[in-house]
């Protein structure tokens, strides 16, 4: 089995008991080696994307079976960016390639996944097209594996694999981070995402979805000659369309490297490696390496799982409160930073409502270090000032608030943790409403919010 794990954009490539590569938003990749194989006797891989921005996990692709050849993509990228050319030639990443593409991968998903998108005009001086950009946000410390039950791979090629995966930085995107490793002990009956079509059917329940698997190297040939020799009769009928004599064999092989640019080359390993703007320069609608396979997926929830808050008297028993809360702040307009004032005077006033009201006064039942007012309803007079402090951001230094971070130097005990969890929104009126997403609770110094010179 392959496995790689991934944080942040997380992955993991494993190769189970079973060749598997598994991520977690985590990435674990590592071949049997030759003779040995996992519990079913094939590769599995899984992948975990690391927290994204500021803490929130995306797996930035709407259908994750379709991954199997970006990662192989990432896998060649890793290898001439960070390989060691001298232990690792390149017969030996040929090889490592061709033995992955004999038979698509199974997965295994994250059950919790949610469906999301964002959106986004395209910048002046192009037309401002309004883009949706559409990603699955998975859940902190969640899994993705891929696994080839039926590929061996021999020691050297699975030691490949598994210095690929430790080099692997980002899958896809940029800001699809990921941390990867290689295994042989995934059991690949766990796997709930396979083909439907070709190696691996499976009469699994879920949602189809057509993604594009590499072909075999043997396919691969059989492809190129095939595309070549229909390239070679359309030329040659043009040719002699206007009344010339057929082209030479070497005028003709001259048109023809013209026409294809290069995207055919001998090896499949080259054909995987090309650059998606040479295919689309050519004109290809698919890259000429490539299949169609259908995979039944669990579905996309289009709303987060609702899950049961944790109550009693400390969230984080057994260790030190957390002093941050975070949240993500959106809608169509964001508040500008010359509004962080009264951004941060709403924060507390709906941070406060959570707690509720007393009957008889009216007054919120929040507690003074998230009020600021004392018993007797009056500010707090404390030189430390002990109380919360209502920080809205705008991450990005794009003029618009973005997020709102509530630090409280004493801590969130259990009870500040589930009613400030429960926070969904604010707003001024009618027509200005924005939406809460927290992030989670941490200690400063550990998200880095405040510079290293508060320590813990």
Request: glycine share 10%.
């Amino acid at each position: 089995m392959i496995p790689v794990h991934g944080e942040g954009a997380d992955g993991v490539l494993d190769l189970p008991k079973a060749h598997a590569v598994r991520s977690q938003v985590r990435h674990d990749t590592s071949p049997v080696p030759r003779g040995r194989r996992g519990d079913n006797g094939s590769p599995a891989s899984s992948r975990r994307e690391a927290r994204g921005r500021r803490g929130l996990g995306a797996y930035r692709a709407a259908d994750s079976a379709g991954q199997a050849g970006r990662l192989l993509r990432a896998l060649i990228a890793t290898w001439w960016r960070k390989g060691d050319h001298d232990r690792w030639p390149r017969d030996t990443l040929a090889r490592l390639i061709e033995a992955l593409t004999e038979a698509p991968p199974v997965f295994h998903l994250p059950d919790d996944a949610v469906h999301s998108h964002t959106r986004h005009y395209m910048a002046a001086p192009v037309k401002t097209t309004l883009i949706f950009d559409a990603f699955a946000h998975l859940p902190a410390d969640t899994e993705i594996v891929a696994a080839w039950p039926d590929v061996t791979l021999d020691e050297d090629l699975y030691a490949l694999a598994e210095d690929l995966a430790g080099g692997l930085g980002y899958l896809g995107r940029a800001e699809s981070w990921v941390e990867a490793t290689a295994s042989t002990e995934w059991p690949v009956d766990k796997a709930n995402c396979r083909p439907v079509n070709g190696a691996g059917q499976t009469d699994a329940k879920g949602d189809p979805v057509r993604v594009l698997a590499p072909l075999p190297a043997a396919r691969y040939a059989e492809e190129r000659d095939r595309l070549i020799g229909e390239t070679e009769a359309r030329l040659t009928a043009e040719h002699t369309a206007t009344g010339k004599k057929p082209p030479t064999t070497k005028a003709l092989a001259e048109k023809v490297k013209k026409t294809l640019g290069g995207t055919l080359p001998d090896a499949l390993l080259d054909a995987l490696s090309l650059d998606t703007g040479d295919l689309q320069k050519v004109g290809w609608t698919r890259p000429p390496a490539s299949k169609e396979v259908v995979y039944v997926r669990p579905p996309l929830s289009p709303t987060a799982r609702r899950r049961r808050r944790p109550t009693g008297p400390s969230i984080h028993a057994g260790k030190a409160r957390p002093t941050v809360a975070r949240w993500v702040l959106t809608g169509r307009p964001r508040p500008r930073v010359e509004d962080t004032i009264r951004i941060g005077e709403l924060m507390r006033l709906a941070a406060m409502s959570t707690f509720g009201r007393d009957k008889q006064t009216g007054r919120f039942n929040a507690p003074p270090e998230i009020s600021g007012h004392g018993e007797d309803n009056k500010a707090l007079r404390v030189p430390e000032h002990a109380h919360a402090f209502w920080l809205p951001e705008d991450g990005d230094n794009d003029g618009w608030i973005d997020h709102v971070t509530v630090w409280l130097p004493g801590g969130f005990d259990g009870t500040a943790q589930a009613k400030l969890s429960g926070l969904r929104r604010l707003w001024m009126d009618a027509a200005r409403e924005w939406s809460l997403a927290l992030e989670g609770f941490g200690r400063h110094y550990g998200l880095g919010l405040f510079g290293p010179s508060l320590g813990p």
